[in-house]
């Protein structure tokens, strides 16, 4: 049985910074694509960053580029999400996605593209 547990989300001020984890348990990351999404009250869930399995193909919203970055540690089965200046509009639930399936993915940013998907990770900022 696949898990995601994010961590790390909170409430801060704008301009700080927090880290959110994602570790996976029931299935071993490290030949699998990954991605963080998050979903504002009353709006849809978007795409944030994405990483493919070696770490060397990363992706990222137009809205967080330049202050978000997206890594992973393999042998922890964890990835990762620096989230710096952070900035009102900012404020979502967190969730990272985990693809397994052994197409080629179509479209990193699709929410179809992922097989599993984490609980949730609520992420407030407060000018």
């Known amino acids: 049985q696949v898990q995601l547990v994010e961590s790390g989300g909170g409430s801060v001020q704008v301009g700080d910074s927090l880290r959110l984890s994602c570790a996976v348990s029931g299935r071993t990351i490290s030949t699998y694509n990954m991605a963080w999404f998050r979903q504002a009250p009353g709006k849809e869930r978007d795409f944030v960053a994405y990483?493919?399995?070696?770490?060397?193909?990363?992706y990222y919203a137009d809205s967080v580029k330049g202050r978000f970055t997206v890594s992973r540690d393999n042998a922890k089965n964890t990835m990762y999400l620096q989230m710096n200046s952070l900035k009102p509009e900012d404020t979502a639930v967190y969730y990272c996605?985990?693809?397994?399936?052994?197409?080629?993915?179509?479209?990193?940013?699709?929410?179809?593209?992922?097989?599993?998907w984490g609980q949730g990770n609520q992420v407030t900022v407060s000018s």
């Open positions: 996605a985990l693809r397994t399936r052994s197409q080629m993915i179509a479209d990193t940013m699709g929410r179809s593209e992922y097989d599993y």
């Open positions: 990483i493919d399995w070696s770490g060397g193909a990363k």
